[in-house]
């Protein structure tokens, strides 16, 4: 790994402010537009084990698409795990942002620059 990504709506104002941390940091790292450049559900479940997150612990609920799917009220439990990843694949804009995958191979929801400075903290032991 060694390098950080971070997921971004540039519309969001979270999703800025963690660019301008990030800058003012002078930390490198790769800009993944997802709602253009949307990620399946394989890499989605990828980021999930990251994470050590369920899907619907990064999702959106509040967002037009979960009210027409009806998401509130899915259950939340193994067996539907795929379904919510299916439709987190389906409607990306319903992915929690911004998320960075930190230099380590974890990830953090960085909605606060508490969390952005966690993923910058993250850094490979020295000599990897």
Known sequence: ?????IWINPACSKSRGALELLDAEGAEYTVRRYLEDVP??????????????EPWDITRTGEA?????????????????????EALAAHPV?????IITAADGTAVVARTDEAVRDALGRTLPPGR
């Open 1 to 5: 790994m060694g390098s950080m990504e």
């Open 40 to 53: 399946g559900a394989d890499e989605i479940r990828g980021v999930l084990g990251r994470l050590g997150l």
């Open 65 to 85: 698409a979960a009210r027409e799917l009806g998401l509130q009220e899915w259950p939340r439990d193994a067996d539907a795990r795929e379904r919510w990843i």
């Open 94 to 98: 319903l992915i929690q942002r911004p």
